[in-house]
């Protein structure tokens, strides 16, 4: 059974910082693209930040460039968010995807927002 799970969300002060992580299991590591993607209160489901398994080639939404990084490690078969500088409207349920479907840049994979396998989702709330 293909599994995501997410883990390191939680509350954090503006300015504060959190790492999200993700591991999966359930299947093998090949696929093309893992990110992430958070959908706030009343707002549509965005990519935020997504990763190619095999070349590293990254994507970030520019409300979140500079501030968030996202790395991967194969061997574990876990994809991490560093989030630093954080603001309030970062604020939302960030959920971990992965995609097998090939597009020409890793952009376009997260944009689409059209993946396989989704995690259950974390809660980061920015606020004082």
């Known amino acids: 059974q293909v599994q995501l799970v997410e883990s390191g969300g939680g509350l954090v002060q503006p300015g504060g910082s959190l790492r999200l992580s993700c591991t999966g299991s359930?299947?093998?590591?090949?696929?093309?693209?893992i990110g992430w993607f958070r959908q706030a209160p009343g707002k549509e489901r965005e990519g935020v930040s997504c990763?190619?398994?095999?070349?590293?080639?990254?994507y970030y939404a520019d409300s979140v460039k500079g501030r968030f990084a996202i790395s991967r490690d194969n061997a574990k078969q876990t994809v991490t968010l560093q989030m630093n500088s954080l603001k309030p409207e970062d604020t939302a349920v960030y959920y971990c995807?992965?995609?097998?479907?090939?597009?020409?840049?890793?952009?376009?994979?997260?944009?689409?927002?059209?993946?396989?396998?989704w995690g259950k989702g974390s809660l980061v709330t920015v606020s004082s």
């Open positions: 990763i190619t398994i095999s070349a590293g080639s990254t």
């Open positions: 359930g299947f093998t590591w090949n696929y093309s693209a």
């Open positions: 995807a992965v995609g097998r479907r090939q597009y020409t840049t890793v952009q376009d994979m997260c944009l689409s927002g059209r993946m396989n396998y």
